[in-house]
């Protein structure tokens, strides 16, 4: 489900820090074209894909995952809302042990604002009310750090943290993060986003995604995509060009309320777009016009791009689904939760469908029975080398 575009409200954002400030200033810009359109483009992309039901063998999983992180050799999957709760799973997919330690002890945590898995230190790190949480892939307490403000966004690269809120992010209208090192000390603040945005619409969002060498952020609006380096001291903006679909000169500043800036939107003939998610050789884009969903893939190499029709057939279905989801990137391929029901319907999708690509015909092979070994699964998508 797209994002509704809310105007936020942003307030000071105070922390301790007795070391110097410093700021970035190796910055690159580009504007990414999506004109070019290539229906067949996503004819050849999808190399194979498998359906791995979650073995809940000890009923553990009480909630509703929403979150996938790889550790070292499986996945972790979260519940950051109704149960707050953790689901670790071993490498054929059965949930080995759960961590639900949900509350205001000095080894627990409130809420779950975000999660990461630290592989360098083999800790999960989750962020809470105004505290760091770590524990270990057993579930086993490791420490816990408490701060001064609320932050509520975390990425982990090389055992560095990098914490920032949202809704506090502006300080003196300019974005700042935290790098923290691994004994939660401030390295520095960083500021690498100046002097590309200082307005309202272009300030970055949240991440939206990351692999082992960078992550990604989208801005409010204005078709804007960041990607920050793992160490944190290089930062390159894209323009996403949708031609005379863009919307980037919208200033949302100008209404009243969200719901005011949304109808506008739905209104008007643009590309409304939100979730994104890179590979190695492709960016895939959901994308909203006059309220219908629809999926835009690019590939890098070629600059090759394909946008759905309205009516989505079997294959947008399932990679637009793989986007809208709680997804992770491990080389060219996406791992993403469903719920083990939906597997069935795209099987039945499948075989009512004339189509002859690889998603479909994996769906047709595949045994119903095994899809309700749980009430969720990770499905596992390859794409082909688009490099």
Same mark, same amino acid.
Request: glycine share 4%; charged share 20%; net charge negative.
């Given at each position: 489900?797209?994002?509704?575009?809310?105007i936020?409200?942003?307030?000071?954002?105070?922390?301790?820090? #007795?070391?110097?400030?410093?700021?970035?200033?190796?910055?690159?810009?580009?504007?990414?074209?999506f004109?070019? /359109?290539?229906p067949s483009l996503?004819? #050849?992309?999808? #190399?194979?894909?498998?359906?791995?039901p979650?073995?809940?063998i000890?009923? /553990?999983?009480?909630?509703?995952?929403?979150?996938?992180?790889?550790?070292d050799?499986?996945f972790?999957?979260?519940?950051?809302e109704?149960?707050?709760?953790?689901?670790?799973?071993?490498?054929?997919? $059965?949930?080995?042990g759960? $961590?639900?330690?949900?509350?205001?002890?000095?080894e627990?945590?409130?809420?779950?604002?975000?999660?990461?898995?630290d592989?360098?230190?083999?800790?999960?790190?989750?962020?809470?009310?105004?505290?760091?949480?770590?524990?270990?892939?057993?579930?086993?307490?490791?420490?816990?750090?408490?701060?001064?403000?609320i932050?509520?966004?975390?990425i982990?690269?090389?055992g560095?943290?990098?914490?920032?809120?949202?809704?506090t992010? +502006?300080?003196?209208?300019?974005?700042?993060?935290?790098?923290?090192?691994?004994?939660?000390?401030? $390295?520095?603040?960083?500021?690498?986003?100046?002097?590309?945005?200082?307005?309202?619409?272009?300030?970055?969002?949240?991440v939206t995604?990351?692999?082992?060498?960078?992550?990604y952020?989208?801005?409010?609006?204005?078709?804007?995509?960041?990607?920050?380096?793992?160490?944190?001291?290089?930062?390159?903006?894209?323009? +996403?060009n949708f031609? !005379?679909?863009?919307?980037?000169?919208?200033?949302l500043?100008?209404?009243? @309320?969200?719901?005011?800036?949304?109808?506008? +939107?739905?209104?008007?003939?643009?590309?409304?777009w939100?979730?994104?998610?890179?590979?190695?050789?492709?960016i895939?884009?959901?994308?909203?016009?006059?309220?219908?969903?629809? =999926?835009?893939?690019?590939?890098?190499?070629?600059?090759?791009?394909?946008l759905?029709?309205?009516?989505?057939?079997?294959v947008?279905?399932?990679?637009?689904?793989?986007?809208n989801? @709680?997804?992770v990137?491990?080389?060219?391929?996406?791992?993403?939760?469903? !719920?083990?029901?939906?597997?069935?319907?795209?099987?039945?999708?499948?075989?009512?469908?004339? @189509?002859?690509?690889v998603?479909?015909e994996?769906?047709r092979?595949?045994e119903?029975?095994?899809a309700?070994?749980?009430?969720?699964?990770?499905?596992? =998508? !390859?794409?082909k080398?688009?490099?």
């Amino acid at each position: 489900m797209l994002r509704n575009y809310v105007i936020a409200t942003f307030i000071l954002l105070s922390f301790s820090c #007795n070391r110097k400030s410093q700021t970035t200033d190796a910055r690159s810009l580009s504007t990414i074209d999506f004109t070019s /359109l290539d229906p067949s483009l996503k004819d #050849n992309i999808v #190399n194979r894909i498998n359906v791995h039901p979650i073995k809940d063998i000890n009923n /553990l999983i009480t909630g509703y995952p929403n979150k996938i992180l790889q550790s070292d050799n499986s996945f972790v999957l979260a519940d950051l809302e109704a149960k707050k709760e953790i689901y670790l799973l071993n490498e054929s997919f $059965i949930v080995k042990g759960k $961590i639900a330690k949900s509350g205001n002890g000095p080894e627990e945590y409130s809420d779950i604002y975000d999660l990461d898995y630290d592989p360098t230190y083999q800790n999960l790190v989750i962020m809470s009310h105004s505290k760091m949480v770590e524990y270990s892939l057993s579930g086993d307490f490791k420490r816990a750090i408490t701060f001064n403000f609320i932050p509520d966004h975390l990425i982990l690269f090389d055992g560095k943290k990098i914490i920032w809120n949202v809704n506090t992010a +502006l300080e003196n209208q300019i974005f700042r993060f935290y790098e923290l090192n691994h004994n939660y000390e401030v $390295i520095h603040r960083q500021i690498p986003f100046m002097p590309f945005e200082q307005t309202f619409n272009n300030v970055p969002n949240k991440v939206t995604g990351k692999t082992k060498e960078l992550a990604y952020f989208t801005s409010w609006a204005n078709d804007t995509l960041y990607i920050l380096n793992k160490g944190a001291d290089q930062l390159h903006k894209s323009i +996403l060009n949708f031609g !005379e679909k863009s919307y980037r000169d919208v200033d949302l500043q100008k209404f009243v @309320s969200s719901e005011e800036a949304n109808l506008y +939107l739905e209104k008007s003939n643009v590309l409304q777009w939100d979730l994104i998610t890179l590979t190695e050789g492709y960016i895939f884009v959901g994308v909203s016009q006059s309220g219908k969903g629809q =999926l835009i893939i690019h590939k890098k190499s070629t600059k090759q791009t394909y946008l759905s029709k309205q009516n989505l057939d079997l294959v947008d279905y399932v990679l637009l689904t793989a986007i809208n989801s @709680s997804n992770v990137v491990v080389g060219n391929k996406i791992y993403f939760i469903v !719920e083990s029901e939906m597997i069935n319907e795209l099987k039945q999708f499948s075989l009512e469908s004339e @189509s002859n690509n690889v998603i479909a015909e994996s769906f047709r092979r595949m045994e119903v029975s095994s899809a309700n070994a749980s009430l969720f699964s990770i499905v596992e =998508l !390859e794409l082909k080398n688009g490099i």
